[in-house]
């Protein structure tokens, strides 16, 4: 009976996030409505994501529309959807999409108290080659009532009330922290639900896997270049780490966050901000890390501290298994002290 309770008493993410709501009786609902529109923009890009081969490979209607449009690139799909789908939730005023030169400021019968920054998918370069790809949001409250500017987006990550990803792979799963843990929902596409099935997921405190992408040896500075010697030629007795890097950021974080290890995307000669931006890539995934107990570092500060001056604005980044980064933060305290 226990199996079937579990069957029939399905956790999907509206119910949990309700009764995440249910904690807060202040609550009007507008977050949950908020999620629930960007969970619509999250099954969406899941359809199209899966569909996209076939479409290119047998010429599917889709590939070319009535008009004869040329069949748009995927990322601009899933971007159109994402910004349709938060401007109609009405919980919206600014939203900073990856795909966006400019913020879009929501026009004021639509307007609502959040912004969102967000990739609406990441790694999109890797689709033709069926690796996992994803979306990428975080979620900041407007900070005062008045008319929206750019400040209300420019906010630490540490400001954040809410940041997920959903990674379209072997299975569409979405990762979610309101600020209380975090809890990963997998697609039953029967169902078109998310259903919980990754219940608080706690980062290992340290770990066996380093990812990162080797090719920028030649660039790294001297902690970087330290830290991944003492990854493969650990001088402590301890084993080598593994070296798993799969260049499309939801999945190596998806994959340290429930094997634990570190994820790295460090300065080099080349970008000394590194490459990864800081509102919708940088922020959303620290944030997830330190609530599953992991921690995220820049090289010079706690990732969530720092304030963004530019919308699009990169930072170099080591995130993961809390042990992992405080490794990381002794060899860079060490050359600042040298
Ligand atoms: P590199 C994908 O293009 C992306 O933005 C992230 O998803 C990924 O982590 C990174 O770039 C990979 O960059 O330089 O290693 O190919």
Request: proline content about 4%.
């Amino acid at each position: 009976h226990a199996a079937d309770a579990l069957r029939t008493d399905l956790m999907t993410i509206t119910r949990f996030v309700l009764n995440e709501q249910s904690k807060h009786p202040e609550s009007r609902g507008d977050f949950t409505i908020l999620l629930s529109h960007i969970v619509l923009g999250c099954k969406f890009v899941c359809s199209s994501v899966n569909k996209a081969g076939l479409a290119k490979l047998i010429g599917l209607a889709g590939e070319t529309n009535v008009q004869g449009e040329e069949q748009k690139k995927l990322d601009v799909l899933s971007n159109e959807v994402f910004v349709k789908a938060l401007v109609s939730s009405g919980r919206t005023s600014i939203l900073v999409s990856e795909e966006d030169e400019e913020a879009i400021f929501v026009e004021a019968p639509k307007r609502g108290r959040y912004c969102v920054v967000f990739d609406p998918l990441d790694g999109s370069s890797n689709i033709d080659c069926s690796v996992s790809i994803g979306t990428i949001f975080g979620i900041y409250m407007l900070k005062d009532g008045g008319e929206p500017t750019l400040d209300e987006v420019l906010q630490p990550g540490k400001n954040m009330l809410a940041a997920g990803y959903c990674m379209y792979g072997s299975s569409c799963t979405l990762v979610l922290s309101t600020g209380e843990g975090v809890n990963g929902f997998t697609l039953d596409p029967s169902l078109g639900e998310f259903i919980l099935t990754h219940p608080d997921i706690k980062i290992p405190k340290k770990g066996k896997i380093y990812s990162v992408n080797e090719g920028n040896a030649k660039n790294w500075d001297g902690p970087t270049t330290k830290y991944v010697e003492k990854c493969k030629f650990p001088t402590d007795g301890s084993s080598s780490k593994s070296l798993r890097y799969i260049g499309s950021m939801v999945a190596d974080v998806h994959r340290t966050l429930l094997y634990g290890g570190i994820f790295l995307y460090p300065a080099d000669k080349k970008s000394p901000n590194g490459k990864l931006r800081v509102l919708y890539e940088v922020f959303p995934m620290s944030f997830l890390m330190e609530q599953a107990g992991g921690q995220a570092f820049t090289g010079k500060q706690r990732a969530l501290d720092l304030v963004p001056k530019k919308i699009h604005e990169r930072s170099p980044i080591f995130m993961g298994s809390y042990d992992d980064v405080e490794d990381v933060k002794a060899l860079y305290a060490a050359e600042e002290n040298k």
